[in-house]
Each structure stands twice: as C-alpha cells, then as structure tokens.
C-alpha cells in the first residue's frame, strides 16, 4: 500500500502565491514519477506537470512560466508545486500522483493518487 498526501491549498487573491506539498509513504521500493494534476468544475482532470525520477520535467502549457516543480534529497519521496503569479482560470482541486515499484516480493507497478487539495484564487 501506498499512501499519497497533498497540503498547502488555499485561498489566494490573483496575482498571488502557494506552495504544494505531496508525500509519498507506505511499501516504496522505487518513485519513478510524481506529479500534479488539477480538477476544476465541471471540467476533467488535467495533467499540472511531471517529474521522473531523472529530474526531467513536463509542465502543461497554461502553468509554464508561473509554476515550479521540485523535490529536495532532506525529505524523502516529497515533491512540492510552487505556484505563482496565479489566476483565477487556476482554480481547482490539485492532486498529487505518484507512480513507481512497490517493495513487495514482485516489484509491483504502483499508480497511487492522494484525496486533492483546494486552491480558490479569487479577490
């Protein structure tokens, strides 16, 4: 089992910014990607960005330019979205996926999405 957690919504005024936090936990053997992905009403989910375990990344074309993905090696299996310059078409439920191996006797794919967390930019 792997268990994903996002952190770090909120109510921003345009203009403005946040940082995201996701964290992977549970039977890890290997993360080859993490990634953020957003909701809006009554839309369908889209991909944010990605980033494997390399470092390469791929951001959507409406975040380049405000978002930032990173991770740091001082806190394990963590990546965070530093959101700025944010508009109101920015409004969603953000969700962290991760994708990798889990460390049980046959290395099973996992695909593993945390519950969302809420960001409202609006004056």
């Known amino acids: 089992q792997v268990q994903v957690v996002e952190s770090g919504g909120g109510l921003v005024q345009p203009g403005g910014s946040l940082r995201l936090s996701c964290t992977a936990s549970?039977?890890?053997?290997?993360?080859?990607?993490m990634g953020w992905y957003r909701q809006a009403p009554g839309k369908q989910r889209e991909l944010v960005v990605v980033m494997n375990s390399g470092g390469s990344k791929e951001y959507a074309d409406p975040v380049k330019g405000r978002f930032t993905i990173s991770r740091t090696n001082a806190v394990k299996n963590t990546v965070y979205l530093q959101m700025n310059s944010l508009k109101p078409e920015d409004t969603a439920v953000y969700y962290c996926?991760?994708?990798?191996?889990?460390?049980?006797?046959?290395?099973?794919?996992?695909?593993?999405w945390g519950q969302g967390t809420q960001v409202t930019v609006s004056s």
């Open positions: 996926n991760v994708l990798g191996l889990s460390d049980d006797n046959y290395k099973t794919n996992f695909d593993s």
């Open positions: 549970g039977s890890i053997f290997r993360i080859n990607v």
